[in-house]
């Protein structure tokens, strides 16, 4: 491995940030996030893709959530340490040499591809408020770790979404006339699960087809007909709903215990 010639003089903090669109500011504060999904696979490509592209300089790169860096990068023990948002991982091609222009030789159209390839790609951007607090973890089931497993199994370990059960609430209401056990937030990047669904006689599997269910909406975004409405759930999102394994057992056993749940507190 050479000596490095393009490396600063000052080999102190050289952070960057990069001019990012009116759209995708946030000012928002990320709390610490555990559950972020990294696809190690897609971070090895894209650190490899940059040592390749940095004459020398051993690169190590680390993906974070957090807006306020969506490119970051500093010289640290003759090491390049970058840190990127997670958008970048399964950015196209183009967008991965331009990153690589850009933090190694602060190449301007390459800031300018960036720029709105962050700007189209605002939706990704966490917009979690910092009052919502995760609470994966129910009484009697593990949301978390039923995510995992999905996630491991149908989506290549490849949706960072967040998960979480929904609030309780605590008022007399009348008996429901329908509920969603299920949603999933975009803007958020969070599944929510309907409370209901965290007690004893509610088998796992079917907390599961609903989680799946929600999974699928943050895989496969909503595609609009050409009369602009939007279709929430495509052949493709029906397709990939069916490869879940307990899916007919799933639909049986919300038929058997709807009743149930309505009535449920
Ligand atoms: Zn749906």
């Given at each position: 491995m050479g000596r490095a010639k393009s490396l600063p003089p000052t080999a102190g903090l050289t952070a960057t940030a990069i001019?990012?669109?009116?759209?995708?500011?946030?000012?928002?504060?990320?709390?610490?996030?555990?559950?972020?999904?990294?696809?190690?696979?897609?971070?090895?490509?894209?650190?490899?893709?940059?040592?390749?592209?940095?004459?020398?300089?051993?690169?190590?790169?680390?993906?974070?959530?957090?807006?306020?860096?969506?490119?970051?990068?500093?010289?640290?023990?003759?090491?390049?340490?970058?840190?990127?948002?997670?958008?970048?991982?399964?950015?196209?091609?183009?967008?991965?040499?331009?990153?690589?222009?850009?933090?190694?030789?602060?190449?301007?159209?390459?800031?300018?591809?960036?720029?709105?390839?962050?700007?189209?790609?605002?939706h990704r951007v966490m917009r979690r408020s910092r009052h919502i607090k995760l609470n994966p973890r129910g009484k009697h089931h593990d949301l978390f770790e039923i995510f995992q497993e999905l996630n491991e199994r149908y989506f290549d370990s490849e949706v960072d979404a967040l998960v979480t059960w929904g609030k309780r609430s605590h008022s007399k209401l009348p008996v429901r006339q329908t509920i969603k056990l299920g949603s999933y937030s975009a803007a958020e990047r969070l599944i929510r699960i309907h409370p209901v669904l965290d007690k004893g006689w509610v088998p796992r599997y079917f907390v599961a087809s609903i989680l799946h269910h929600e999974m699928l909406h943050h895989a496969i975004p909503e595609t609009r007909e050409s009369e602009g409405r939007a279709q929430l759930h495509p052949p493709e999102f029906r397709a990939r709903e069916r490869e879940f394994r307990n899916f007919e057992r799933s639909l049986a056993w919300e038929r058997g215990h709807i009743r149930r749940l309505l009535q449920a507190r």
């Open positions: 001019r990012i669109p009116e759209s995708a500011q946030l000012n928002l504060a990320y709390p610490a996030s555990p559950q972020l999904f990294v696809h190690e696979g897609a971070r090895q490509s894209l650190e490899r893709r940059l040592n390749m592209a940095s004459a020398g300089v051993p690169v190590a790169l680390s993906i974070s959530d957090n807006t306020a860096a969506m490119i970051s990068h500093r010289y640290e023990g003759g090491i390049l340490r970058v840190r990127l948002h997670h958008m970048f991982l399964d950015a196209p091609g183009e967008v991965q040499l331009a990153l690589a222009r850009y933090i190694l030789r602060d190449d301007r159209e390459a800031s300018e591809l960036l720029s709105r390839y962050i700007g189209s790609n605002g």
